[in-house]
Nanobody
Framework: QVQLVESGGGLVQAGGSLRLSCAAS????????MGWFRQAPGKEREFVAA????????YDADSVKGRFTISRDNAKNTVYLQMSSLKPEDTAVYYC?????????????????????WGQGTQVTVSS
């Protein structure tokens, strides 16, 4: 069983920055591909960013490309989402996800169904 705990959300003005963290339990974190998703009120959950378990491959959704950066520290069992140039449309609950199923060293995953564990989410609100 893997537990994921997100932190770092909050209220920020448009143009500002936040860094989300996701701390994972367990000894196998370094073998998990990880991802960030978000869900705004009244909308479906959408993919934001993903990173391979090696950390060498990342992929961002077009909506956040050039503004958000995903990274990981396997020694700390933590994945991060650095968010810059935030916009009101980035307002959502942000979820961290872990894939414990087998994945190739440099593979990343963009579908919700690819992930086995989810955090409880952290709210990000961007005011205009």
């Amino acid at each position: 069983q893997v537990q994921l705990v997100e932190s770092g959300g909050g209220l920020v003005q448009a143009g500002g920055s936040l860094r989300l963290s996701c701390a994972a339990s367990g000894r196998s974190f370094s073998s998990y591909a990880m991802g960030w998703f978000r869900q705004a009120p009244g909308k479906e959950r959408e993919f934001v960013a993903a990173i391979s378990w090696s950390g060498r491959s990342t992929y961002d959704a077009d909506s956040v490309k050039g503004r958000f950066t995903i990274s990981r520290d396997n020694a700390k069992n933590t994945v991060y989402l650095q968010m810059s140039s935030l916009k009101p449309e980035d307002t959502a609950v942000y979820y961290c996800a872990a894939r414990s199923s087998y994945s190739w060293r440099n593979s990343y995953y963009t579908r919700s169904d690819d992930y086995d564990y989810w955090g409880q989410g952290t709210q990000v609100t961007v005011s205009s």
